[in-house]
């Protein structure tokens, strides 16, 4: 009988996978809506909200979700959990940006009047900061589990 013991993998699988879980769909959520999507209606006279939002998605495709497969299986997690951070972070700080300033183009005329869009807005930004301190709370117990390896 082959028994394999990790004991140092500090954090539990189904804590993984939630993080993967919440990070993937908001990431591939973003990619597709702010980048994939408003790359198919590109012309040369958009303003500059217009490519900040392309590449809020295309940070939260790329450090939204390659680290969310590395923290899964737990390799290099405590790079994972930093990529995570540090790029989330960035794209939720140009998404808010582009949103404020170009509000009313994004949702129509009617602007703060739609309350399911400024609904929408505040979630995604409420998603992106909770995907920003888990990325955090991976990088320290990857931190203190390599400490405890030495």
């Known amino acids: 009988k082959l028994v394999i013991e990790c004991k140092y993998i500090s954090m539990d699988f189904s804590l993984r996978f939630r993080i993967f879980w919440v990070t ?3 990431s591939l959520w973003l990619l597709i809506v702010d980048a994939i999507n408003r790359l198919s209606s590109f012309d040369d006279k958009q303003e500059w909200p217009f490519y ?3 590449v809020s998605g295309f ?4 450090f939204g979700g ?3 497969l590395m923290i899964l299986c737990w390799v290099k ?3 994972a959990g930093f ?5 989330v972070l960035i794209a939720a700080i140009l998404r808010v940006i582009a949103v404020i300033v170009d509000f009313e183009s994004l949702l129509g005329s009617r602007g703060f009047d739609t309350s399911s869009g400024f609904t929408t807005i505040c979630a995604i930004l409420l998603l992106q900061i909770y995907i920003v301190f ?3 709370s991976v990088q320290r117990r990857a931190r203190e589990e390599a400490l405890a390896t030495t």
């Open 134 to 136: 888990e990325g955090f």
């Open 59 to 62: 940070l939260m495709g790329v």
């Open 52 to 54: 900040c939002l392309i």
């Open 66 to 68: 390659i680290p969310a």
């Open 24 to 26: 993937i769909v908001i």
């Open 83 to 87: 990529c995570m951070m540090l790029g």
């Open 77 to 79: 997690a405590r790079f």
